[in-house]
T-cell receptor, first 111, second 111 residues
Framework: DAGITQSPRYKITETGRQVTLMCHQTWSHSYMFWYRQDLGHGLRLIYYSAAADITDKGEVPDGYVVSRSKTENFPLTLESATRSQTSVYFC??????????FGPGTRLTVT | AQSVTQPDIHITVSEGASLELRCNYSYGATPYLFWYVQSPGQGLQLLLKYFSGDTLVQGIKGFEAEFKRSQSSFNLRKPSVHWSDAAEYFCAVGGGRALNFGKGTSLLVTP
């Protein structure tokens, strides 16, 4: 399907476990982003990538790892999940202008 | 540093009434400005954007916004609200690729 997809849409995991959230876009956009959305905080940037193999930290990167070996994929890994990482995670991509296109989100619960 | 302030956390309007959502930003140069809407359980959808030129921009779903450099504002307006407009609205500012989002305004529409 064309567009930007995220998987899984819902995930429950335990404290200390590693979990990876997937993001895939079909537009060949060079830029991709990961945000987390929490009540009272709006959206906060975790990491972003300008191209394959180029990533940079955002506002709240601690506890997260990203990679981008292919232009279309931008996985986000929580190496050892904590309860404070319970959130809704949004992936976005951006092409030649600054408009960002958002995926449907992944709701992650860490117990 | 970039920042975005949406002073109103919640706004309630009657169906058919006019709407104005406020957004103030702090940015060192001429920013790129965006308004996004998020329906419950959904991702973010772009309503409109301002890059340069005419300071009154038209968007989808009958929304418009006016860029006022002297007031560092980019307020969103709609002349007549429909029940389907009930959602969360986010203002965002950027100068390159990463966007800085406000904390959002939740719109409730009453009959």
């Amino acid at each position: 399907d064309a567009g930007i997809t995220q998987s899984p849409r819902y995930k429950i995991t335990e404290t200390g476990r590693q979990v990876t959230l997937m993001c895939h876009q079909t537009w060949s956009h060079s830029y991709m982003f990961w945000y987390r959305q929490d009540l009272g905080h709006g959206l906060r940037l975790i990491y972003y990538s300008a191209a394959a193999d180029i990533t940079d930290k955002g506002e709240v990167p601690d506890g997260y790892v990203v990679s981008r070996s292919k232009t279309e994929n931008f996985p986000l890994t929580l190496e050892s999940a904590t309860r404070s990482q319970t959130s809704v995670y949004f992936c976005a991509s951006s092409g030649t202008d600054s408009e960002q296109y958002f995926g449907p989100g992944t709701r992650l619960t860490v117990t | 540093a970039q920042s975005v302030t949406q002073p109103d956390i919640h706004i309630t309007v009657s169906e058919g009434a006019s709407l104005e959502l406020r957004c103030n930003y702090s940015y060192g140069a001429t920013p790129y400005l965006f308004w996004y809407v998020q329906s419950p359980g959904q991702g973010l959808q772009l309503l409109l954007k301002y890059f340069s030129g005419d300071t009154l921009v038209q968007g989808i779903k009958g929304f418009e916004a006016e860029f006022k450099r002297s007031q560092s504002s980019f307020n969103l307006r709609k002349p007549s609200v429909h029940w389907s407009d009930a959602a969360e609205y986010f203002c965002a500012v950027g100068g390159g690729r990463a966007l800085n989002f406000g904390k959002g305004t939740s719109l409730l529409v009453t009959p």
